[in-house]
T-cell receptor, first 111, second 111 residues
Framework: NAGVTQTPKFRVLKTGQSMTLLCAQD?????MYWYRQDPGMGLRLIHY???????AKGEVPDGYNVSRLKKQNFLLGLESAAPSQTSVYFC??????????FGDGTRLSIL | KQEVTQIPAALSVPEGENLVLNCSFT??????LQWFRQDPGKGLTSLLL?????REQTSGRLNASLDKSSGRSTLYIAASQPGDSATYLC??????????FGKGTKLTVNP
């Protein structure tokens, strides 16, 4: 039982490049979330999804897009990466209002 | 807008000491209060979840309490061990799927 798996674990991008972060969960959870964690800022919600085919904005959605085409996968896209998007990105999933299960993160650097 | 605060930002104690971590929140209309642990380079692991109707939850050496009227929660760790060294985060959940996180308390337990 893998839980929540994030791909890739590390990535370095140049400003203006695009990329997609993949999150996969095998717990049949309805809810999935994308967070970013920055020093001094804590954990902030980017986008989330309460079910297949649905997405919603969180606290810091600008510059990111998401898709939830399958219940087990939640994709986070950066269309034109900026240095301000250098961060550690975490995906999480939950069954309703139960505790969220987190992946180990993607460390993204944008030069 | 809910704000969650954790003080102190860092705490260092000798092994065997009992300790209390503090969490305060500004909006008492919460659904639950959750405590997480984060080890370096890892995602968050759920420790305890207290429903708004509960006063406390216990798991092994951990005890979390909730006082909605004062906007406070505490995490009590008994007989601390070096393996307890980590960052501890609290998060409140209001009437939605979203969690609001504090910035965490970094705990170091010295042998």
């Amino acid at each position: 039982n893998a839980g929540v798996t994030q791909t890739p674990k590390f990535r370095v991008l140049k400003t203006g490049q695009s990329m997609t972060l993949l999150c996969a969960q095998d717990m049949n959870h309805e809810y999935m979330y994308w967070y970013r964690q920055d020093p001094g800022m804590g954990l902030r919600l980017i986008h989330y999804s309460v079910g297949e085919g649905t997405t919603a904005k969180g606290e810091v959605p600008d510059g990111y897009n998401v898709s939830r085409l399958k219940k087990q996968n939640f994709l986070l896209g950066l269309e034109s990466a900026a240095p301000s998007q250098t961060s550690v990105y975490f995906c999480a999933s939950s069954r309703g209002y139960q505790p969220q299960h987190f992946g180990d993160g993607t460390r993204l650097s944008i030069l | 807008k809910q704000e969650v605060t954790q003080i102190p930002a860092a705490l260092s104690v000798p092994e065997g000491e009992n300790l209390v971590l503090n969490c305060s929140f500004t909006d008492s209309a919460i659904y639950n209060l959750q405590w997480f642990r984060q080890d370096p380079g890892k995602g968050l692991t759920s420790l305890l979840l207290i429903q708004s109707s509960q006063r406390e939850q216990t798991s092994g050496r951990l005890n979390a309490s909730l006082d909605k009227s004062s906007g406070r929660s505490t995490l009590y760790i008994a007989a601390s061990q070096p393996g307890d060294s980590a960052t501890y985060l609290c998060a409140s959940q209001g009437g939605s799927e979203k969690l609001v996180f504090g910035k965490g308390t970094k705990l170091t337990v010295n042998p």
